[in-house]
């Protein structure tokens, strides 16, 4: 019975001390795991640059393949200098989305195991092909990570050459002979190709869930001003979905107004700059002109962009959106479905009392194990003092104390 009791009155201390040390749990720094290896240090450089090391951020299961530089200067995708975008997704596509230690590898089946990678996450995979297909031979011991599609283009191939890092869990780096390119890729291509020519209402039809958006774009005339700037910078368009329509306030007559501000409305969901989802994610100026800036003059009709619970928030001032998926993305456009109508200040602000924004819905943070790496989350303490940093030390007294107090009371 006092066992009992002793456990009961012991409980909230328990979880308190279990919320505290959730609280040090932070994002995964890749590229402070890849640092003490200057043989990897290009592509980490390429993780930073493409912005790959600021989506891994929210991943707590990955497997990292990393190219050492030896083999990652000899590559065609490096020295004939493609589409940033194009590099950026190649490096998605050495990012696997589950964690696999050697044992793991070890236990492949001898038609091998496929798993996704971050590339097929960005939408602009066809099929299955932004997943790799990962074998095992027990007779020469070596793990092969190969393209799914049957004609790739080569590189489309790796093989495991050793085990750099291993978070038990959670991270796995191991480096490779090659880069591996997904397939439908042109390694030749330019940031000065020429426009897509793509047709915008078509594409949101495909998308099945923008058909309210299509459709005003058809009629306002705006979406051939649209393509029309698809050359220089490109556009990224904000498409808010069929359900975002019908979710507007009454006190927000959007069908009432005149035609001209429809359009500078539809403008203001159009930013005159390309912007893959990973760029917004870490944009650096997070207050944005649209094309309604350009027709209404500067620090007017401008978008907040900025990244909340995972992620990205669109901000009009009055009302708050988020981004809910990618409906097409190829240089220079870019298209993202919303979860609101972005309703400018502007013309809004003055007249319509619009209810509260409802926060913006992502996944909840993950539960760790207790016994994570400190290496996952900051710099390596000295041999012999595990968890020994001064956050770890001041919380365990902080909750010592809350104890102590707990008891006594």
């Given at each position: 019975?006092?066992?009992?009791?002793?456990?009961?009155?012991?409980?909230?201390?328990?979880?308190?001390?279990?919320?505290?040390?959730?609280?040090?749990?932070?994002?995964?720094?890749?590229?402070?795991?890849?640092?003490?290896?200057?043989?990897?240090?290009?592509?980490?450089?390429?993780?930073?640059?493409?912005?790959?090391?600021?989506?891994?951020?929210?991943?707590?299961?990955?497997?990292?393949?990393?190219?050492?530089?030896?083999?990652?200067?000899?590559?065609?995708?490096?020295?004939?200098?493609?589409?940033?975008t194009n590099i950026a997704d190649v490096i998605r596509y050495h990012v696997l989305l589950q964690?696999?230690?050697?044992?793991?590898?070890?236990?492949?089946?001898?038609?091998?195991?496929?798993?996704?990678?971050?590339?097929?996450?960005?939408?602009?995979?066809?099929?299955?092909?932004?997943s790799v297909n990962v074998t095992y031979d027990d007779k020469t011991d070596t793990t092969i990570v190969r393209s799914p599609a049957a004609y790739s283009q080569a590189p489309s191939n790796a093989t495991v050459i050793s085990l750099i890092n291993n978070l038990p869990y959670n991270v796995s780096i191991y480096s490779v002979n090659s880069l591996i390119v997904p397939y439908g890729f042109d390694l030749l291509a330019s940031e000065s190709r020429p426009p897509l020519g793509l047709n915008i209402s078509k594409a949101l039809i495909d998308g099945h869930n923008f058909n309210v958006a299509a459709s005003m774009l058809a009629a306002s005339g705006v979406v051939q001003e649209f393509e029309s700037d698809e050359g220089g910078a490109g556009i990224t368009l904000f498409v808010p979905t069929d359900d975002a329509f019908s979710d507007l306030p009454a006190s927000a007559n959007f069908?009432?107004?005149?035609?001209?501000?429809?359009?500078?409305?539809?403008?203001?969901?159009?930013?005159?700059?390309?912007?893959?989802?990973?760029?917004?994610?870490?944009?650096?100026?997070?207050?944005?002109?649209?094309?309604?800036?350009?027709?209404?003059?500067?620090?007017?009709f401008t978008l907040n962009i900025s990244r909340v619970n995972g992620s990205v928030a669109i901000n009009t001032g009055i009302i708050q959106a988020s981004v809910t998926q990618t409906v097409f993305d190829q240089n220079p456009v870019a298209i993202f479905g919303i979860s609101r109508v972005l309703l400018p200040k502007e013309i809004f602000g003055k007249n319509a009392v619009l209810e509260k924004s409802p926060p913006i819905s992502g996944a909840p943070a993950p539960f760790m194990p207790m016994n994570y790496s400190p290496d996952l989350y900051g710099p390596s303490p000295p041999p012999g003092e595990m968890h020994s940093s001064a956050t770890v030390r001041t919380v365990n007294f902080a909750v010592f104390c809350i104890g102590l107090l707990y008891v006594f009371v």
């Open positions: 019975m006092a066992v009992s009791q002793t456990i009961s009155d012991f409980t909230p201390i328990i979880m308190l001390y279990l919320l505290l040390h959730s609280t040090l749990i932070s994002a995964v720094n890749i590229t402070h795991l890849l640092s003490p290896y200057p043989d990897l240090s290009d592509f980490s450089d390429l993780l930073s640059t493409t912005t790959v090391a600021a989506d891994l951020t929210q991943r707590t299961s990955l497997t990292l393949l990393a190219v050492p530089n030896s083999f990652l200067r000899t590559s065609e995708l490096i020295r004939r200098s493609p589409s940033s964690y696999l230690s050697l044992h793991d590898l070890r236990r492949l089946p001898p038609s091998g195991k496929l798993i996704t990678t971050l590339f097929q996450t960005t939408g602009r995979a066809t099929n299955n092909f932004g069908q009432s107004l005149p035609a001209d501000k429809k359009a500078d409305v539809l403008r203001f969901h159009v930013l005159h700059s390309y912007y893959p989802l990973g760029s917004l994610q870490s944009i650096v100026n997070p207050v944005q002109p649209t094309l309604a800036t350009e027709d209404k003059g500067a620090g007017s």
